[in-house]
């Protein structure tokens, strides 16, 4: 605001785990969206932080979570560094295809926050207690098809049954 800004990207970063889908990101994330958004006119836009790897559940319900949580407290998505951004080709478009769907979804369902809330919990139940020793998954050749730029039939079976099991926690996807 200072700098007359016209859009502004918060990621806050666990200093140990160099991530930020854990509980008390999630809430600094939520609690400062809702404050960004409230008072001023940014575009404000949220990159969450995944521990886990690509084809992994984990981080499939990390990128859920966090877009989820981002969206109905007021920020746009800009999605998604996957395990903890230190390593070379380990990111595929399905992270980030999982949190703007959840994302999207969430928006156009006019998801409350207290619901919002009770689907992350339920979703930090899944993989907080892995966070510190996150599977580092497989890298982008290994799960995608290289030359034709489509998923793995493997991380499109993981990607549909994790889409599932949220659909059954009550998030809506409209794609």
Known sequence: MVNQAH???????????????????????????????????????????????????????????????????????????????LHKNYATPMEARMAAEVGCGAAKEKISRENANDIALALLKTYEENIENAPLGKSFRECYDVRKCKPSSEYMDLYKKTRKELEDQGVPFIY
């Open 7 to 85: 859009f502004m990207n918060y990621f806050p970063i666990h200093l140990k785990y160099t991530s930020n889908t854990m509980r008390e990101l999630l809430w600094v994330i939520s609690t400062t969206y809702q404050a960004l958004c409230r008072n001023s006119n940014l575009v404000s836009l949220s990159n969450g932080f995944t521990a886990a790897g690509p084809c992994t559940p984990m981080v499939l319900r990390e990128a859920a979570t966090h877009g989820l949580v981002s969206v109905v407290s007021g920020a746009n998505l800009w999605e998604i560094a996957v395990a903890k951004n």
